[in-house]
């Protein structure tokens, strides 16, 4: 890794979003279905976002960076399936938080998210800045208008666009998919394995020879080989919105339903 790229992954490692606890939290406070529902459906909302390629992959061959946009095309390809993947573990994981079958087909996709929906506005709608419409906490719309900026094709958006790759698949691979992993796995609060198809969303991504360390291995390459003086302005503005914008997202998700990690129950006796 050039010393620029390795400058860049210090930024992402060093900000606050990368040891959110937002994960040992939800692990920490074994929360009721209806909150993993509103839960999941934040994170989905958010995930479903960072999927497509929009313009990206042709901008990136527009400004004669054709090797990038090859690495970002096969980012976006592996992405195929991984909507209706997540909400199938979605499903099972509330059916196990609640102890019967609250959604009795788990590869339901639409009625499976619209569920986590009603969940999430259940619990959240009166945060402000909430939309019922969608279910979207302003963090979680904040987040997702970052990769808006993909629809783009000026040379400085891509660079961002490239910022913000990098900080994704960083954090995809060491924060979020290893906290979903500890909370819905490690944890045992649920008693599900990777093996079980349900779970292959996350069997999927995890690991060092999962989805994630794939994509971030391709997004350190594109963004070593294009860094220099000039675009590393705009790479590292890209990657503190994303870092800014999830990091926000986890902090309001954190504080209204894992209670930041103090089970309400203590907070009282404390109080007490
Ligand atoms: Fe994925
Ligand atoms: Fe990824």
């Known amino acids: 890794m050039s010393q620029n790229a390795e400058n860049i992954v210090s930024l992402i490692k060093s900000h606050r979003c990368y040891s959110h606890p937002i994960f040992k939290h939800w692990a920490a406070s074994n929360p009721e279905p209806n909150v993993i529902g509103a839960l999941f459906h934040q994170i989905q909302m958010f995930c479903s976002s960072t999927r497509p390629g929009w313009e990206f ?28 993947e997540l909400a199938s573990m979605a499903a099972h994981i509330i059916n196990k938080a609640a102890g019967e079958m609250v959604f009795h087909d788990t590869n339901d996709q639409i009625s499976v998210e619209e569920k986590l929906k009603d969940y999430s506005n259940q619990l959240l709608k009166t945060l402000p800045g909430y939309t019922v419409e969608d279910g979207l906490t302003l963090q979680a719309r ?10 783009s094709n000026s040379r400085e958006d ?54 994630e360390a794939h994509h971030e291995q391709n997004a350190v390459e594109a963004v070593s080989s294009v860094l220099n003086d000039e675009t590393v302005t705009f790479i590292e503005e890209g990657a503190q919105d994303f870092l800014d914008s999830l ?11 894992l209670h930041s990690g103090i089970p309400l129950d203590k907070d009282v006796k404390q109080v007490a």
């Open 57 to 84: 992959p042709n901008a990136l061959e527009h400004h004669g960076l054709n090797v990038e946009s090859h690495l970002l095309q096969e980012i976006v390809e592996s992405e195929e399936g991984h909507g209706p």
């Open 142 to 151: 904040k987040a997702i208008s970052v990769f808006d900026m993909r629809k």
């Open 158 to 211: 891509t660079y961002r666009n490239l910022g913000a790759t990098i900080a994704l698949e960083t954090i995809s691979h060491q924060q979020l998919i290893p906290g979903e992993k500890l909370c819905l796995v490690d944890s045992g609060a649920y008693g599900v394995s990777l093996d079980e198809p349900e779970m292959h969303y996350l069997h999927e991504h995890w690991g060092e020879s999962g989805a």
């Open 247 to 257: 990091c926000a997202l986890w902090d309001v998700l954190d504080s209204t339903l």
